[in-house]
């Protein structure tokens, strides 16, 4: 199956159920890479530790296999797909859910948790949730109710009885719409769970953080428009002003 071909398939499902999980979407070696470097910030001087998970922000200021991990081209290909051209990075970030935490509430997330009245049509955003160590119910797995992103509501825990698990090996991609109702489960094992944040929002939604300064992460223009530090030109019927 070709990158495209897969791109399409991730589409479907997630327009569909609401998420998608793209098995190996990085390999052994890079996942292992990205493993140490997650362990030394989440007990570095760069961690945040709240109530319910360590996070370390900007994960692209913290080395050059996280600023790669943004420019993966086989993931360039499902966000056009999904987000249109020029998407935006909304967040990007390390999460750490470690033993015993306070299990998460039901949430959605940005643009959808901002807003009065949600809207429906269009994606707006999405939360890529990629495993860094091994996912299962009993280390606070991302949990998710399929379909839940065509409800038009915040969740309503009362209703939710059909959550699935996302179980997965190091290197797997949750894929899901901004709008799915989700949430990290309780980490019942001895050891933390780690995951990389990556959330993106369609062009024209603003993100969450601005733009950085310039930096080694904006070393293309792909990166640099990614990131926001660049526009695309602006057209006027699909012709550049």
């Known amino acids: 199956m070709t990158t495209a071909e897969y791109a399409t398939r991730i589409s479907v499902d997630v327009q569909k159920q609401g998420y998608a999980v793209w098995p190996g979407f990085l390999d052994g070696p890079t ?8 362990t030394r910030l989440a007990r570095g001087v760069h961690a945040n530790h709240y109530p319910k998970s360590t996070r370390v922000w900007d994960l692209f200021r913290h080395g050059e296999a996280f600023v790669d991990l943004l420019a993966d081209p086989p993931l360039k290909v499902v966000l056009d797909e999904l987000l249109g051209e020029h998407h935006l990075v909304s967040d990007f970030s390390l999460n750490v859910v470690h033993p015993g935490q306070p299990v998460d509430g039901w949430h959605i997330d940005y643009p959808y948790n901002e807003m009065p009245t949600l809207v429906s049509g269009s994606l707006l955003g999405l939360q890529c949730v990629l495993a860094l160590s091994p996912f299962h119910s009993t280390n606070g797995a991302t949990e998710l109710v399929p379909g839940s992103h065509t409800m038009n509501s915040p969740p309503e825990p009362k209703r939710i009885s059909d959550q699935v698990v996302f179980d997965a090996k190091p290197g797997s991609l949750l894929i899901m719409a901004a709008a799915t109702w989700h949430r990290s489960g309780f980490n019942a094992s001895s050891h933390p769970r780690s995951a990389a944040l990556l959330s993106f929002v369609e062009r024209w939604v603003r993100p969450m953080g601005d ?11 792909v990166l640099r428009t990614l990131l926001g530090m660049q526009r695309p030109p602006e057209t006027i019927n699909g012709v550049p002003i």
């Open 31 to 38: 996942t292992e890479q990205l493993q140490e470097q997650a």
């Open 211 to 221: 733009p950085p300064e310039s930096g080694p992460w904006g070393r293309t223009q």
